[in-house]
């Protein structure tokens, strides 16, 4: 079985750009869910999917936004981007939830703004 | 929110020997535990998890133990080989459908 994908892996934008990142799941997971990896801070939760719908959301400003398809494939969206936004970013899907299921990570999108 | 400390930030052992990783969290109503291991360059990939409704948990050289009442749960590492050296991440969740709080990690490094 296929892990969890993310694309594109390494992104370079400059500040004010928007950026979407995308992530498929493994086959029949539901959940989706999005972190921020920084050095010092660990994994920041952005926010989770779970059938189309935002589940549960972190405390990142509202720059940062996300969707899922029916497919289960989700996608983040961050604008108007800052230098502080630079990181890595990595999705993981679970069956149903991360709060009950194993959690799978992607291999994240490394994100850097000049 | 759930809150969830971890400690040390970095800890070094020398090759052979013990370590031990801690984490505490904040909201009772935790229920889930688990543990990823991050190698240099690498995903986060679970490790072991632990329940609340067992005190510990072991699988080869890796065991988890969790205090319910202190709020507590750590990791121990026995007879450590250089491929350990890792970034390891502590998490909870109060299960359900609610999200997984991570700790900041701990970079361990085994000594050859």
């Known amino acids: 079985k296929a892990g969890v994908t993310q694309t594109p892996r390494y992104l370079i934008k400059t500040r004010g750009q928007q950026v979407t990142l995308s992530c498929s799941p493994i086959s029949g997971h539901r959940s989706v869910s999005w972190y921020q990896q920084t050095p010092g801070q660990g994994l920041q939760f952005l926010f989770e999917y779970f059938s189309e719908t935002q589940r549960n959301k972190g405390n990142f400003p509202g720059r940062f936004s996300g969707r899922q398809f029916s497919n289960s494939r989700s996608e983040m969206n961050v604008s108007t981007l800052e230098l502080g936004d630079s990181a890595l970013y990595l999705c993981a899907s679970s069956w149903t939830s991360p709060g009950t299921d194993t959690q799978y990570f992607g291999p994240g999108t490394r994100l850097t703004v000049l | ?112």
Not at chain 2, 95 to 109: A, I, P, S, W, Y
């Open chain 2, 1 to 112: 929110g759930e809150n969830v400390e971890q400690h040390p930030s970095t800890l070094s052992v020398q090759e052979g020997d013990s370590a031990v990783i801690k984490c505490t969290y904040s909201d009772s109503a935790s229920n889930y535990f688990p543990w990823y291991k991050q190698e240099l360059g690498k995903r986060p990939q679970l490790i072991i998890d632990i329940r609340s409704n067992v005190g510990e948990k072991k699988d080869q050289r890796i065991a988890v133990t969790l205090n319910k009442t202190a709020k507590h749960f750590s990791l121990h590492i026995t007879e450590t080989q250089p491929e350990d050296s890792a970034v390891y991440f502590c998490a909870a969740s109060m299960g359900g459908n609610e999200k997984l709080t991570f700790g900041t990690g701990t970079r361990l490094t085994i000594i050859p």
